[in-house]
């Protein structure tokens, strides 16, 4: 089975630019989160998605925003680039809200951003 | 105090050997724990989920003390393949799936 993917791998991006991150989770998993990771920090909650709308957001700005499709595959968006952007950006999956019966969540490869 | 402190680290240790991560978090209401591996440049991958009772999987036992909030993890027999970063995992509660990851400890088995 696939596991969850992300594209791109990579991407340079310059301060003040606009980019959209892709997340395909894992067949059959509704939710989708997406955490920031810096060099040596553990990764940082950004957002999570479930059925198509918003259940959870952590402390970052209005710059950062993100939806979730009828298929579960989810964007996000980060307006207005800034050098301290410049992170692996981590997708999880798991299987969902309602019902949940594990809260196991797992990793897609990840999108490294480098802002310049 | 952060949410999910770890034992900084780095370790460094000859194969064969045990080894113990420790891991403190601040919030009573936390509801599910994990420990998480990843490897340089790469994903977190889930190793093991952290239930009461404690359990184990192979080489690897984890703890969880919910009194003191405290999980820990202890790999025996240690392989040249376990040299990672060991991520202390911790979801708040309800039907919220926001994990709080600890800053992580390296570890590196040396032949």
Same mark, same amino acid.
């Given at each position: 089975d696939a596991g969850v993917t992300q594209s791109p791998t990579h991407l340079i991006k310059t301060r003040g630019q606009q980019v959209t991150l892709r997340c395909s989770p894992i067949s059959g998993h509704k939710s989708v989160s997406w955490y920031q990771q810096v060099l040596g920090q553990g990764p940082q909650f950004i957002f999570q998605y479930y059925e198509k709308e918003e259940r959870g957001r952590g402390n970052?700005?209005?710059r950062f925003s993100a939806r979730q499709f009828p298929n579960y595959s989810s964007e996000l968006n980060v307006n207005?680039?800034?050098?301290?952007?410049s992170a692996l950006y981590l997708c999880a999956s798991s299987v969902?809200?309602?019902?949940?019966t594990t809260y196991e969540q797992y990793f897609g490869p990840g999108t490294r951003l480098t802002v310049t | 105090r952060k949410e999910v402190e770890q034992d900084p680290g780095p370790f460094n240790v000859p194969e064969g050997a045990t080894v113990a991560f420790n891991c403190t978090y601040s919030?009573?209401? +936390?509801?599910s724990f994990f420990w998480y591996r990843q490897d340089c440049r790469k994903e977190p991958k889930l190793l093991m989920s952290v239930y009461s009772s404690g359990n184990e999987d192979g080489r690897f036992t984890a703890q969880l003390n919910r009194a003191s909030q405290y999980i820990s993890l202890l790999i025996r027999? +240690?392989?040249?393949?376990?040299s990672a970063t060991y991520l202390c995992v911790v979801r708040s509660g309800g039907s919220n799936y926001k994990l709080t990851f600890g800053k992580g400890t390296l570890l590196t088995v040396n032949p």
């Open positions: 970052f700005p209005d207005a680039l800034l050098l301290g952007d969902g809200v309602a019902g949940a | 919030n009573s209401a +936390s509801q027999d +240690s392989k040249l393949s376990d």
